[in-house]
């Protein structure tokens, strides 16, 4: 299978910033996206941003500005600089791979990371 290994939370200032990274690693054929979701105390999980293969990104409206996705896809890593930070920005942030293919079959498969503690003061 795969695994999605995430690295670079914390504890900031508002206005501060922060480097959110993941690798992936295991049996991967091919991954066309990766991206990161958040998830606050009481919230659904959200889509941040996402990136493709081919370098197609898409940002929730509410960090667009302030937030870039970067990729290796060589590495299969993903990094998410997190500039100007909010309150608001407080959650818990996964990985996610998806779709992820494992072998040359047509199938695909979703992956998310453990996620990672991100809790901006004010």
């Known amino acids: 299978q795969v695994q999605l290994v995430e690295s670079g939370g914390g504890l900031v200032q508002a206005g501060g910033s922060l480097r959110l990274s993941c690798a992936a690693s295991g049996s991967i054929f091919s991954i066309n996206a990766m991206g990161w979701y958040r998830q606050a105390p009481g919230k659904q999980r959200e889509l941040v941003a996402r990136i493709t293969s081919a370098g197609v990104t898409n940002y929730a409206g509410s960090v667009k500005g302030r937030f870039t996705i970067s990729r290796d896809n060589a590495k299969n890593t993903v990094t998410l600089q997190m500039n100007s930070l909010k309150p608001e920005d407080t959650a818990v942030y996964y990985c996610?791979?998806?779709?992820?293919?494992?072998?040359?079959?047509?199938?695909?498969?979703?992956?998310w990371g453990q996620g990672t503690q991100v809790t901006v003061s004010s």
């Open positions: 996610n791979a998806d779709p992820v293919r494992i072998d040359p079959t047509p199938r695909t498969y979703q992956f």
